[in-house]
């Protein structure tokens, strides 16, 4: 499932706690309250607490003010102190931990990998992970050589074999069978001849695959047949799998996590696409990987995404930068500068639901994004849009009027589960392939999984 190999820089990276904040900072806990219970909050957030207790590496000490303010949740955590608020807290009983890790960090699994800056989806650890063991040797996190940049080609984890994820991948089949089953249908007869394309085409495009991939699976498919001299239509069937795998490969590249610190990652799209349910098992993921995250409530409109939010970073004991009804831009800003000050190895930035037609809303986007950056000239490392699968040929649109205002990095496609349209990945891999990093097929935790080209395939002519 998820591995986010970790390129940690430099070993001693000194947390800047002279970053300015701003002067009303919202951020995370002005009274640094007491280390909540650090020993047992992580663990209890998890499923899986035999291994979780984070012994050594101690990720413990990460809180979540916002729970334990509960219901004055999104005042604006009092401002700390004039002096420095961000430093202040960091400075105290945070600074230690912040501190450790650093040295720490050797022992954690996804540090470990360190000379290796790309990722690659591993073996499933979701439900179960059991990354956090002192001295784990990391077991699937198969580390290529290449320390530089994350090249895509390095992603790539072909065919995991782990149990886990072959439980998910029958989850994703099932999820994808009201797309599968129409396409599958089509190779139940005899002859591969001119009715088997057409209704293929038919198939295709009712899979919301568009135009021009469905044309470019045809010719290709056709091809290939000619090629194999296939003569039986279930024949056929693999050949389209293969033309399918080959087209959506541009697509499949893993998040990279540990060459910046923090590595900023904001988090766009439509309103209930699915951007705070994925930021939130994303933030699962990467705790039990041993990252320290910090939650950015960008979506100030709304309470209750800044809330949901706040369960999020709650059930992970991560900490999160929120402030009701301020500006976006402002409360992204001083999450990162908080996030460099505390040393913190990912800061997501939720943002609130907008529909590329909102013009306005999307200036806003572009203001939260370049305000970002002034608050790291490098960041935002990954931009990512979060569609909702269901929306077929929809998403297509969406995608390119996020990615023109935003330049996106990565995609996460969320709902694929029970949806008659997942023929759009293919529509996005011939218009705009940006990477598809996630895919979610339902609700639940497990239900994120690194994209895999072939999987994908097969699961949608299943
Ligand atoms: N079936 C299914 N439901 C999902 C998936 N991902 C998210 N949801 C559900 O979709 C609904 C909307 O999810 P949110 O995370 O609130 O969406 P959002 O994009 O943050 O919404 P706004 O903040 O309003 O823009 C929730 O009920 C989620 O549980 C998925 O992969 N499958």
Redesign the pocket.
Known sequence: MFSFFKKKPAPTDAPAPASPVDAQAPVAPAPVPAPTPAPATPPAAQPAPPVAAPAPSGFGWLRNPFAAKTHEAEAPLPAAPAAAPVAAPVAEPVVVPVAVPAAAVPAVPFAAPTATPAIAPVAPVAPTPAPIAPPAPLPPVAPPPAPVPPPAAAVPAPAPVAAERKGWLDRLKAGLRKTGSSIATVFTGTQIDDALYEELEEALLMADTGVKATAHLLADLKRRVKEAKATDPAAVKGLLADALADLLRPLEKSLVIGEHTPTVIMVA??????????IGKLTKHLADEGAAVLLAAA?TF?AA?RE?LGVWADRNTVEIVSQEGGDPAAVSFDAVTAGKARGKDVVLV?T??RLPTQLHLMEELKKIRRVVTKADATAPHEVLL?IDGNTGQNALAQVRAFDDALQLTGLVV?????TAKGGVLAAIAQERPIPVYFI????KLE??ETFNAREFAQALLA
């Open positions: 799209g439509v309103n209930g696409a699915g951007k705070t349910t994925s979506d709304r995404a949901q939720d609130a639901g979060v969320t709902k694929l589960d029970g979610g097929v339902g609700e239900d994120l």
